[in-house]
């Protein structure tokens, strides 16, 4: 599914765990490895090459797209 903005509930099974999906190699701080630990901030197998999921639902493994044409016509 792709959108212009964090969904704030997952459509398919209805959970508001929508986390932001890290790619890269993050800087592990205490905060971030809790966060990775619980769940709430899943990490993207590989670099972004513009086509990676931007959110993912940490219930059902959803995942939603951020869709850069509605982004750059905001006008």
């Known amino acids: 599914m ?3 903005n964090k ?3 997952c459509p398919w099974c209805g959970s508001h765990r929508i986390a932001i999906v ?3 190699m993050p800087v592990y701080i205490p905060e971030l490895e809790k966060e990775l630990a619980d769940g709430e901030k899943p990490i993207a197998d590989s670099p ?3 086509n990676e999921p ?3 639902c940490t ?3 959803a995942q939603f797209y951020r869709d850069l044409h509605l982004v ?3 006008n």
């Open 2 to 4: 792709k959108s212009k």
């Open 7 to 9: 969904p704030s509930v």
């Open 22 to 24: 890290l790619g890269g």
């Open 48 to 50: 972004s090459a513009g």
């Open 54 to 56: 931007s959110w993912q």
């Open 59 to 61: 219930e059902c493994g």
């Open 72 to 74: 750059k016509n905001r």
